[in-house]
């Protein structure tokens, strides 16, 4: 198995960053339409101001 490299890794959803394997980075998984949905996030930080700006 090969090291995952920053072309193939995920962007944050917040701040756009790759999110790489690391102890801070953070995935909200939900299922839309029945489709399952991974929003990647490289630390909390990011992960709460996505979702402060994304309530209703």
């Known amino acids: 198995m090969t090291d995952s490299t920053d072309e193939d890794s995920p962007a944050c959803r917040q701040c756009g960053t790759p999110v790489g394997p690391s102890s801070e980075?953070?995935?909200?998984t939900t299922v839309e339409d029945g489709t399952t949905?991974?929003?990647?996030?490289c630390?909390?930080?990011?992960?709460?101001?996505?979702?402060?700006?994304?309530?209703?």
Do not use: A, K
């Open 25 to 28: 980075q953070r995935v909200i």
């Open 37 to 41: 949905v991974y929003r990647h996030f």
């Open 43 to 56: 630390t909390d930080e990011c992960r709460e101001q996505w979702e402060s700006s994304n309530t209703v």
